[in-house]
Nanobody, 115 residues
Framework: QVQLVESGGGLVQAGGSLRLSCAAS????????MAWFRQAPGKERESVAN???????SYSEAVKGRFTISRDNAKNTVYLQMNSLKAEDTAVYYC?????????WGQGTLVTVSS
């Protein structure tokens, strides 16, 4: 079972940037679909970005054009580059991995955007 550890969260001013990282254990990282979700206070967890093993990516409308998901299969790591951050991007960001019926969540990292 893959284990995920996120890092890179913190406090940033509106308009700023942050890069989140998610390091995965295991030897089959390249075969996993990797994703970032977020959960703002009082709201449901929502999908932010996806990175499929074949190389394609997708984004929610809320972050399209501002966030970029990427992965380094040699380092077993997926990244989320977040630019032009807004106050409404404030949330706990979670890394997610899925392969077939197997999936795993990271512990989450808090991103706070001050306006």
């Amino acid at each position: 079972q893959v284990q995920l550890v996120e890092s890179g969260g913190g406090l940033v001013q509106a308009g700023g940037s942050l890069r989140l990282s998610c390091a995965a254990s295991g030897r089959t990282f390249s075969s996993y679909t990797m994703a970032w979700f977020r959960q703002a206070p009082g709201k449901e967890r929502e999908s932010v970005a996806n990175s499929w093993s074949g190389g394609s990516t997708s984004y929610s409308e809320a972050v399209k054009g501002r966030f970029t998901i990427s992965r380094d299969n040699a380092k077993n790591t997926v990244y989320l580059q977040m630019n032009s951050l807004k106050a409404e991007d404030t949330a706990v960001y979670y890394c997610y991995a899925r392969r077939g019926v197997l999936d795993a969540w990271g512990q989450g990292t808090l991103v706070t955007v001050s306006s």
